[in-house]
Every structure is written in C-alpha cells, then in structure tokens.
C-alpha cells in the first residue's frame, strides 16, 4: 500500500479541521482540494467580478502546489465548478493565462451552489 500525505500552508485558505486537507501527495501526484476566492489571512471572499476570483482560486492552488513540492504547470487536471456559465467566457480568459504551452486535460460544470456564495471553484491534480 502506497502512503498519502496532507499538504498544508498558511499560503492558502485553511482547510476546515477534520474535513478535508488542501491536498494530499501520493504516488508522484498532488491532488488539491477545491479552491475558492478566499482570503488566506482573513479567511474571507476576496472583493470582485469573475475574473478577480478565478485569479484568486489559481493563486490559491498555486501556493498549495508549491507547499507540495510542484507547480502550476505541471497540473494535468482541471476541474472548473461555476455557479453560472455565463461566466465561462471570463473565467477562460483569466484560466488561459496560467498554463504554457500543453494546457491540463479540464472539466468545467455550473453546479447550483458553491462554498461561501461564490462563482467559482477549482481543483486540480499535479505531477511532482
């Protein structure tokens, strides 16, 4: 049996204790949990349109990566939740400017609700 690890950083948004952890690392991967717009220090949505929490949710799983031991362009999965598609369109332009040239394989749904009311949530999982 493979051993897992919990990542934490004070980088990122604090994990509810006990629910969930900002990611684990096993076998070679680092699967991060969801990430929203949300302030690591005061644990609160950051201001803003779809476009400054799509930056803020990459942010976020960014420092989570790096705590890890990776990086965001060795993400090769993204899931991308939107609480409306008309956002899609926003989201993408600000969700284009992260990845190079091989951009991760991506699933994006509009879902009814997200944590804390927001627009937007993402996962990914990243190679070490």
């Given at each position: 049996?493979?051993?897992?690890?919990?990542?934490?950083?004070?980088?990122?948004?604090?994990?509810?204790?006990?629910?969930?952890?900002?990611?684990?690392?096993?076998?070679?991967?680092?699967?991060?949990?969801?990430?929203?717009?949300?302030?690591?220090?005061?644990?609160?949505?950051?201001?803003?349109?779809?476009?400054?929490?799509?930056?803020?949710?990459?942010?976020?799983?960014?420092?989570?990566?790096?705590?890890?031991?990776?990086?965001?362009?060795?993400?090769?999965?993204?899931?991308?939740?939107?609480?409306?598609?008309?956002?899609?369109?926003?989201?993408?332009?600000?969700?284009?400017?992260?990845?190079?040239?091989v951009k991760p394989s991506?699933?994006?749904?509009?879902?009814?609700?997200l944590p804390m009311g927001?627009?937007?949530?993402?996962?990914?999982?990243?190679?070490?």
């Amino acid at each position: 049996m493979s051993s897992k690890t919990a990542v934490l950083t004070s980088k990122a948004p604090k994990p509810l204790p006990g629910i969930y952890s900002q990611a684990i690392v096993a076998n070679g991967f680092v699967y991060c949990s969801g990430a929203i717009a949300m302030d690591a220090e005061t644990g609160k949505l950051i201001d803003g349109d779809i476009t400054a929490h799509t930056h803020k949710c990459i942010q976020n799983l960014t420092a989570v990566l790096e705590e890890a031991g990776t990086e965001i362009n060795k993400v090769i999965k993204v899931n991308v939740f939107l609480a409306s598609m008309d956002d899609f369109v926003k989201m993408n332009e600000v969700y284009k400017t992260y990845w190079g040239d091989v951009k991760p394989s991506r699933t994006c749904v509009a879902v009814k609700t997200l944590p804390m009311g927001t627009d937007v949530e993402i996962e990914c999982v990243a190679v070490l």
